[in-house]
């Protein structure tokens, strides 16, 4: 257990993990994000929808600790967020992947999902190095964790693969993994299915769905595609330049008049 | 107990029983789990087998109840066969990825009372029809990722069962030597499982094999080759298929060799590797498929490694096959492919995963001449064998030393052969099967009452009694001219230029013979990318104009070799189209096996099959296909057909 599973250790399924309290963020004169405020329960999948522009990766930007807001304030497993680095954000059991996949291209997919684990390192830089003792068994306790997220993902035909030669839609899949690999309470997932194909993007929405049952891990979401979107959230945050304009169930949201002048146009039956 | 006689041994639970005291402490099984490759010995085998075994009878596994098993190479699907015998049940492996339509079939027609899934996928594939299995009582699964909230009343885990299992020996003493007493009375002439074929024509027919039928066609297999419990092979080919069964099963037993297991179905490449297996066997498709990888990857390489390789592949074409059938060979040339052994030979055998191999098998199609003699003239000891589930397998094979591309070998160990009128090849062995399950008919048509059995298949036995087989009896056809039409024949020597994936040949009661063909998108990508061909599809690219003139080039060539063949020269191909999807098994083009199902291509594409005889030049088709999950969609297109030239037998002679 590191210090994040511990941190959210009283907060039971369905009760709020992470609270949004009138979030203002602006860089010069422009405005990313205006008085915004919503709540993560633990346990759902939480989808942060809107079109270009509004706000959604500042706002997860936010929430991982990168950007830190004018105005307003982060409240994470029942603490008021002070000012805080993004490692130590990761320390608490935050993890998330990228919109453009970063990830180390010379790696293989095993290296870097294992780089995932390094919260989970605290054996310390000589017995690394001779690698011995509490070195070798922390190293063992690791990859076999990340073997367990490989088969999970069912990658395991690439795990020494280097990972610039994977196509896209792995490499998504090796970064899901990467973040994974940090055992998150809370997983953020920055456009997950950009550029994928239909089959593509079935995988993933299975994938992730599967996380949220298996590992019980609340996920927040950020994506494009309504009809996905609308599939596998719980509860999902509409923005519009840098606003919120909506705020719950996804028929809910199907039925919001604000949402779909916005965004959605007509109606989806 | 190993001085005890083989024959009071006659069931696979029995030879579980000797293994496990004779190879106690030798691997058994070995599967690649979490990136390690973990095994069990055969005492730990058997542990595991008899605590699932008690776990069965526990849910009320009985003697004579069908246990369908459903899924890939997985060590506990395939315990599941002895678990389920050593209480007198008999499985029933089914196709794991057979679309539900097919498997309902199998499933209702067996009357399954148990089934053993492998995952979520194949659990809710048969979920999704249990309201048509009236005798469905419970439900096995591998895997249980997904499963979690899924109602456990009538699904347990494997692995739940085996604990069962285990603190019910715990609590009972007696309950193994009952156990023990139940395998030693099953006796060889019982029902040992049922195989569904795969059904070129019509429904899938349930092959039922006695453990006699399997126990003496391994014994004798493991004779032929000289087996031993020292072999490893790897376990990658369906369960449902009698091959895998009598591979990884029967021998598996009876020889008391080691079956490893691969991750997954996208890893066995890089197993086979790591294992080494000592004996092979793969449909001729794995290995077209693995020269092409090889060759498309050699045009990559740099010039020094394709200068080698292609100078030494020359001289294991001239003399490599001769040097592994222990003819005498030129000094010079030997000197050479002792060197070509050491640079490329060794290096590509240990890159396919084939360094080890004692004798490879390759059946159920005809292999191409040239993919043939690769893997000889690289030293390993690749031979042809033709079998049918009905026979457990083995019918003809090819001794050492007697090896030709064109043949599939002498009749097997205790393998009697019978060429009827019509050339039917007709065969009677220990290995022929009881009888198609439920389906009276078919078993009295297929069997002759003294125990003969019909293959179908077309064939010829030549001066060194080696049987050819030329293709399906009823396949064979005539042109209207009158000359011979034999369409697997055409199809096959198509199939072997390394783009082309599938060929379908039509001429039977018609003017003049042509073809449809799959291009092979492997190889003619690479082909395209390294010529600055641009596509955006498999449609796009199976119609480009430069792809129409290679595929022709093809077609010609094959017009050619069989104009020089007297009696082929009247089929040679007309006119050609390349198909703008890939024939699937999921849209019933294919069996499960992979095998082109003829007659129902015909009427799938009937406006393609009219264009090729009304002269037209494009046709337009539109055919609905169906996805894995079962939804439909449709594909169109507009289908270019070429006309090709015809060679006179004569005239090719002038020209030489």
């Given at each position: ?70 105005v ?20 608490q ?18 290296d870097n ?70 055992e ?18 079935e ?37 519009d ?29 | ?126 979920l ?35 604990e ?18 139940g ?123 394709k ?18 059938n ?8 030997k ?49 042809q ?13 090819q ?68 049987l ?12 209207l ?10 199809e ?19 003017d ?13 990508s ?125 005239e ?5």
């Amino acid at each position: 257990m590191n210090y994040g599973t511990k941190m959210a250790s009283g907060i039971e399924p369905g009760a709020e993990l992470l609270r949004i309290e009138n979030i203002s963020l602006s860089f010069g004169g422009v405005k990313a994000l205006t008085d915004v405020s919503f709540d993560i329960q633990r346990g759902e999948v939480r989808a942060i929808i809107g079109p270009n522009g509004a706000g959604k990766s500042s706002m997860l930007n936010v929430i991982n600790g990168f950007y830190h807001p004018q105005v307003g304030e982060v409240w994470y497993c029942g603490e008021k967020r002070k000012g805080i680095k993004p490692h130590q954000i990761a320390h608490q059991g935050i993890a998330r992947t990228f919109q453009n996949i970063a990830l180390f291209k010379g790696m293989s997919t095993l290296d870097n999902i294992m780089t995932g684990r390094s919260t989970h390192m605290s054996a310390n830089m000589l017995s690394q190095a001779i690698w011995r003792g509490a070195a070798e068994k922390e190293e063992i306790k690791n990859r076999r964790y990340v073997e367990e997220i490989i088969d999970f993902l069912e990658i395991q035909s690439i795990r020494k693969t280097p990972v610039g030669r994977l196509p896209y839609g792995l490499q998504k899949r090796v970064e899901l993994g990467r973040a994974l690999a940090a055992e998150p309470v809370l997983l953020l997932l920055d456009e997950p299915m950009a550029g994928m194909n239909v089959e593509e993007k079935e995988d993933m929405s299975r994938f992730i769905l599967d996380v949220q049952s298996e590992f019980g891990t609340t996920i927040a979401i950020i994506e494009h595609d309504m009809g996905v979107v609308m599939d596998i959230s719980d509860r999902l945050v509409v923005l519009d330049y840098g606003k919120k304009i909506g705020d719950g169930t996804p028929e809910e949201i199907r039925n919001n008049q604000a949402v779909i002048d916005a965004y959605l146009g007509v109606p989806h039956e | 107990m190993q001085s005890s006689p083989e024959s009071s041994i006659d069931t696979f639970p029995k030879y579980l029983v000797r293994n496990s005291d004779v190879y106690a402490s030798r691997a058994a099984m070995r599967h690649k789990n979490y990136g390690v490759w973990q095994s069990w010995t055969w005492a730990e085998l058997f542990e595991e087998i008899r605590a699932y075994s008690i776990g069965l009878q526990l849910i009320g596994v009985k003697a004579g109840d069908k246990v369908a098993i459903v899924g890939s190479n997985r060590p506990r699907l395939y315990w599941t066969f002895a678990a389920a015998q050593a209480l007198g049940a008999v499985p029933v492996p089914v196709y794991a990825e057979s679309v539900a339509e097919e498997m309902e079939f199998v499933l209702e027609h067996a009357d399954v009372q148990f089934a053993v899934c492998q995952d979520q996928e194949q659990v809710d594939k048969v979920l999704s029809m249990t309201d048509r299995l009236p005798a469905l009582q419970h439900l096995l699964y591998d895997e249980h990722r997904g499963l979690r909230e899924y109602s456990h009343d009538k699904l347990h885990s494997i692995a739940g069962l085996q604990e069962q299992g285990r603190a019910a020996l715990a609590d009972n003493a007696e309950l193994a030597t009952q156990w023990l007493q139940g395998i030693e009375a099953g006796q060889g002439n019982e029902l040992c499982v049922m195989l569904y074929t795969s059904g070129t024509t019509g429904r899938p027919k349930g092959v039922m094999l006695s453990y006699d039928n399997l126990l003496l066609s391994s014994l004798n297999g493991n004779a032929f080759d000289k087996l031993d419990h020292t072999e490893e092979i790897i376990a990658y080919l369906p369960l449902a298929w009698v091959g895998d069964h009598v591979f990884s099963y029967g021998q598996f037993l009876t020889a008391g060799y080691c079956v490893c297991c691969p991750e997954s179905g996208e890893t066995i490449d890089i197993d086979r590797r790591e294992i080494a297996p000592t004996y092979f066997f793969a449909p001729p498709r794995v290995f077209e498929s693995l020269l092409t990888t090889i060759t498309v990857r050699m045009e990559d390489a740099g010039k020094v490694k394709k200068a080698m390789y292609k100078y030494y592949m020359a001289v294991a074409e001239r003399c490599g096959e001769k040097i592994l059938n222990g003819q005498s060979v030129d000094l010079v040339d030997k000197i050479k492919y002792t060197l070509g052994n050491l640079f490329i030979y060794g290096p590509l055998r240990n890159q396919l995963g084939m360094s080890r191999i004692k004798v490879g098998y390759t059946a159920g199609e005809a292999i191409g001449p040239e993919i043939f003699s690769f893997y000889r003239s690289l030293g390993i000891n690749l031979k042809q064998l033709y079998g049918q589930t009905e026979a457990s397998v083995y019918i003809t094979a090819q001794p050492d030393g007697e090896i030709y591309p064109d043949t599939v070998g002498k009749p097997s160990i205790d393998v009697e052969l019978l060429l009827a009128d019509d050339g039917e090849v007709l065969y009677r062995s220990p290995g022929v099967f009881m009888g198609y399950y439920k389906n009276e008919e078919a078993t009295s048509s297929t069997k002759t009452a003294d125990g003969w059995v019909h293959t179908g298949d077309a064939g010829f036995i030549d001066d060194d009694g080696h049987l050819h087989i030329i293709d399906r009896a009823k396949d064979v056809g005539k042109l209207l001219d009158g000359s011979m039409f034999p369409p697997k024949y055409i199809e096959n020597k198509l199939k072997f230029f390394p783009s082309i994936q599938e060929v379908v040949a039509f001429g039977d009661q018609r003017d003049y013979a042509t073809v449809m063909i799959n291009i092979d998108l492997t190889s003619v990508s690479n082909w395209a990318e390294r010529n600055n061909i641009a596509y955006a599809s498999y449609q796009e690219l199976s119609s480009h104009p430069q792809v129409y003139a290679m595929i022709r080039e093809h077609v010609d060539q094959v017009n050619r070799d069989l104009s020089e063949e007297p009696r082929m020269a009247g089929a040679q191909i007309k006119r050609f189209l390349v198909l703008h999807k890939e024939l699937d098994a999921d849209d019933g083009e294919l069996t499960r096996t992979q095998k082109v199902r003829r007659s129902f291509i015909a009427e799938r594409y009937i406006p393609l099959i009219e264009g090729l005889y009304d002269g037209s030049s494009e046709r337009f088709i539109s055919t609905e296909v169906v996805f894995e999950d079962g939804r439909r969609g449709e594909i169109s297109a507009t289908v270019r057909i070429e006309e090709m030239e015809i060679y006179g037998a004569s005239e090719l002679r002038e020209s030489a």
